[in-house]
């Protein structure tokens, strides 16, 4: 199969033990992000199979509708940014192991790396001209709320705790029930949550459930010094609600490794340039260990179509053997 890999800005897969999984495919890597969709489907005229790198392309119909010799398409996790229906009229399978194995111990490494710079103001603290900037407070005695009862946020919550942390939750009612089984410290209301942590760390997917769920108010419960953090989604707050909370004085602190509008180069973006943001480019999947977990997956997806048994998939509808 002709199979086009696309946004791997730094060229990494080709050195990955996964890369050798599509040895006998026809493979062109594209190590820059196309935003323009009649180039981009200049590039994939010849594709069979197309691999998305996370979200950083949006799969649109128009896109789809100019690619007529697209099959399938390969990936991993949630797919806001697939067009799934059009997929389907366009006759191209869709696979996606949306239930993977295993928590992202990636993200959960910058979400707590993210947690220990704010609260001891690491981006800051050379940058102000001065020896030192201010004061930063401990981890230990302070309370961490976590909202989404998944896997990443249980092996934040193991992080916070090794550092001395008290740990709540908040979400659905059925996160909040499993986590009650398990015994965990569920929070008695949403106002109580946002308002007694020390610092929020937001760990959902992003669906048309989840979309909006931080409202501005749950934000003006926090504490003035308290710290949000998000690597998750930013659709998982309601649009213009951050930055109003930081420039409210709402928080003391954000930080977050994802945009609304991503690639996000402009030093002059508002949020970007808040001085009580700590921003990080997306980036909490990005290691070579999760990579090579990942495309793992997205790789073997592909071998399985073109050996006539497909797995994962998403609209199986359209796949006739």
Request: some cysteine.
């Amino acid at each position: 199969m002709k199979v086009h890999i696309l946004d791997d800005w730094f060229d990494t897969l080709r050195g990955l033990p996964c890369f050798d999984l599509l040895a006998g495919h026809d493979v062109t890597v594209w190590t820059d992000h196309q935003p323009d969709e009649a180039i981009l489907a200049d590039r994939l005229q010849d594709a069979d199979c197309v691999v998305l790198f996370r979200e950083r392309t949006k799969v649109t119909r128009g896109l789809l509708e100019r690619l007529p010799n697209l099959r399938l398409i390969s990936q991993r996790g949630a797919y806001p940014h697939v067009d799934v229906a059009a997929c389907t009229d366009q006759s191209v399978l869709l696979c996606s192991n949306k239930g993977a194995d295993g928590a992202n111990h990636a993200a959960a490494e910058l979400t707590f790396a993210l947690i220990l710079s704010a609260m001891r103001q690491l981006p800051q603290q050379m940058k102000a001209g001065n020896w030192q900037m201010g004061v930063g407070r401990s981890l230990r005695g302070r309370r961490l709320g976590l909202y989404g009862y998944g896997r990443i946020g249980r092996v934040v919550a193991d992080y916070a705790r090794a550092f001395g942390m008290e740990v709540v939750w908040w979400g659905s009612e059925a996160g909040r029930a499993r986590a009650k089984v398990d015994g965990e410290t569920v929070a008695e209301s949403s106002a109580a949550f946002f308002g007694s942590c020390d610092v929020v760390s937001l760990h959902l997917r992003l669906t048309p459930e989840t979309r909006g769920s931080v409202t501005a108010e749950d934000l003006s419960a926090m504490s003035p010094r308290a710290v949000l953090v998000n690597t998750s989604r930013a659709g998982l707050i309601a649009e213009g609600a951050l930055l109003q909370a930081l420039n409210a004085g709402h928080l003391g602190a954000a930080a977050v490794d994802v945009f609304d509008s991503e690639p996000l180069t402009d030093p002059n973006d508002p949020l970007l340039s808040h001085p009580k943001l700590i921003a990080t480019p997306h980036i909490g999947f990005v290691t070579e260990d999760e990579f090579d977990k990942q495309f793992a997956d997205i790789f073997a997806q592909v071998n399985a179509y073109a050996a006539g048994a497909p797995i994962h998939m998403i609209n199986p509808s359209v796949y006739a053997p």
